[in-house]
Protein backbone atom coordinates (compact mmCIF):
# COMPACT_ATOMS: atom_id res chain seq x y z
CA UNK A 1 0.00 0.00 0.00
CA UNK A 2 2.99 2.42 0.66
CA UNK A 3 4.53 1.89 -2.64
CA UNK A 4 0.87 2.44 -4.52
CA UNK A 5 0.11 5.17 -2.05
CA UNK A 6 -3.88 3.57 -2.13
CA UNK A 7 -5.94 2.47 1.34
CA UNK A 8 -8.15 0.25 0.01
CA UNK A 9 -11.80 0.92 0.86
CA UNK A 10 -14.23 -1.45 0.75
CA UNK A 11 -15.52 -4.77 -1.47
CA UNK A 12 -18.00 -4.11 -4.53
CA UNK A 13 -18.91 -7.05 -5.67
CA UNK A 14 -15.70 -9.08 -7.40
CA UNK A 15 -14.18 -5.49 -7.40
CA UNK A 16 -11.82 -4.35 -4.58
CA UNK A 17 -12.85 -0.23 -3.95
CA UNK A 18 -9.59 1.75 -3.10
CA UNK A 19 -8.72 5.23 -2.10
CA UNK A 20 -6.18 7.04 -3.86
CA UNK A 21 -5.39 10.64 -4.69
CA UNK A 22 -4.21 10.76 -8.33
CA UNK A 23 -7.30 8.48 -10.37
CA UNK A 24 -5.40 9.46 -13.36
CA UNK A 25 -2.63 6.67 -12.87
CA UNK A 26 -3.92 4.36 -14.76
CA UNK A 27 -0.55 2.60 -15.20
CA UNK A 28 -0.61 1.82 -11.08
CA UNK A 29 -4.24 1.31 -11.08
CA UNK A 30 -3.66 -1.53 -13.82
CA UNK A 31 -0.82 -3.16 -12.01
CA UNK A 32 -2.68 -2.89 -8.82
CA UNK A 33 -5.26 -4.97 -10.26
CA UNK A 34 -2.54 -7.63 -11.46
CA UNK A 35 -0.84 -7.92 -8.60
CA UNK A 36 -4.01 -8.02 -6.12
CA UNK A 37 -5.51 -10.28 -9.32
CA UNK A 38 -9.04 -8.32 -8.78
CA UNK A 39 -10.79 -5.83 -10.64
CA UNK A 40 -10.20 -1.96 -8.64
CA UNK A 41 -12.67 0.41 -8.75
CA UNK A 42 -11.06 3.90 -7.51
CA UNK A 43 -12.60 6.69 -5.74
CA UNK A 44 -10.63 10.07 -5.02
CA UNK A 45 -9.04 10.68 -1.61
CA UNK A 46 -7.22 13.83 -0.03
CA UNK A 47 -3.59 12.80 0.13
CA UNK A 48 -2.72 14.07 3.25
CA UNK A 49 -5.58 11.66 4.88
CA UNK A 50 -4.18 8.62 2.49
CA UNK A 51 -0.66 9.18 4.00
CA UNK A 52 -2.03 10.19 7.56
CA UNK A 53 -4.18 6.35 6.88
CA UNK A 54 -0.96 4.56 5.44
CA UNK A 55 1.31 5.86 8.06
CA UNK A 56 -0.75 4.96 11.07
CA UNK A 57 -1.11 1.23 9.54
CA UNK A 58 2.56 1.09 9.13
CA UNK A 59 3.03 1.86 12.61
CA UNK A 60 0.63 -0.75 13.88
CA UNK A 61 2.43 -3.57 11.26
CA UNK A 62 5.68 -2.85 12.90
CA UNK A 63 4.38 -3.22 17.24
CA UNK A 64 2.78 -6.26 15.63
CA UNK A 65 5.82 -7.55 14.67
CA UNK A 66 7.90 -7.08 17.92
CA UNK A 67 5.49 -9.41 19.94
CA UNK A 68 7.60 -12.45 21.13
CA UNK A 69 6.29 -15.46 19.05
CA UNK A 70 5.52 -16.93 22.22
CA UNK A 71 3.27 -14.69 23.55
CA UNK A 72 -0.63 -15.52 23.89
CA UNK A 73 -3.41 -12.97 22.97
CA UNK A 74 -5.64 -15.19 25.83
CA UNK A 75 -6.04 -13.08 28.90
CA UNK A 76 -4.00 -14.92 31.87
CA UNK A 77 -6.81 -14.66 34.33
CA UNK A 78 -8.94 -17.39 32.09
CA UNK A 79 -7.57 -20.74 33.20
CA UNK A 80 -10.31 -22.70 31.51
CA UNK A 81 -8.56 -25.18 28.85
CA UNK A 82 -10.58 -25.08 25.66
CA UNK A 83 -11.16 -27.71 23.76
CA UNK A 84 -12.42 -28.70 20.11
CA UNK A 85 -15.81 -30.79 19.52
CA UNK A 86 -17.09 -31.52 16.56
CA UNK A 87 -21.22 -30.16 16.28
CA UNK A 88 -23.67 -31.90 14.20
CA UNK A 89 -22.77 -29.55 10.95
CA UNK A 90 -19.48 -31.62 11.40
CA UNK A 91 -17.69 -27.68 11.73
CA UNK A 92 -15.13 -27.77 14.54
CA UNK A 93 -16.03 -25.49 17.25
CA UNK A 94 -14.38 -24.47 20.31
CA UNK A 95 -16.03 -25.04 24.11
CA UNK A 96 -14.06 -23.66 27.33
CA UNK A 97 -13.99 -25.97 30.29
Known sequence: MLRY?????????????????DPTDLPMIDELSV????????????????????KKSESSQRVSRRRPKDSSCRSSRRTRA?????GRSGSPATSVR
Open 5 to 21: GFVPYRRDGKSLVIVVS
Open 35 to 54: VLGTPIKVTVGAPSAIQAIL
Open 82 to 86: ARTTH
